[in-house]
């Protein structure tokens, strides 16, 4: 059963930056589409950014230019460097695994995750 816990969350003011870590218990995240998803109080859970197999990513339009998520398949970790952040970017900052090494159309659907974080709490104030 694949484990994964995030760390890295915080509060920071706005135009500051975080970097999310994800660590993955066995097997390598190597043949896994993995994904950071997010949810703000009182909305429904998004997807940020994706990055599968061969190390393409995808990232929603908010994020683009700002995020960076990246893996490391030696370290069976997954990350996401977030800068600029605004207050908007604040809530509940999950790591996902997809069994199956590409992600799919985006936006990508999190019913199609196998597993799934605890979260990390991220706060942008103004």
């Known amino acids: 059963q694949m484990q994964l816990v995030e760390s890295g969350g915080g509060s920071v003011q706005a135009g500051g930056s975080l970097r999310l870590s994800c660590v993955v218990s066995?097997?390598?995240?190597?043949?896994?589409?993995m994904a950071w998803f997010r949810q703000a109080p009182g909305k429904e859970r998004e997807v940020v950014t994706t990055i599968d197999m061969e190390g393409a990513t995808k990232h929603a339009d908010s994020v683009k230019g700002r995020f960076t998520i990246s893996k490391d398949n030696t370290r069976n970790a997954l990350y996401l460097q977030m800068n600029s952040l605004q207050p908007e970017d604040s809530g509940m900052y999950y790591c996902?695994?997809?069994?199956?090494?590409?992600?799919?159309?985006?936006?990508?659907?999190?019913?199609?995750?196998?597993?799934w974080g605890q979260g990390t709490q991220v706060t942008v104030s103004s």
């Open positions: 066995r097997p390598t995240i190597r043949n896994y589409c």
């Open positions: 996902a695994a997809k069994s199956f090494p590409y992600c799919g159309s985006w936006p990508v659907r999190e019913t199609d995750f196998n597993y």
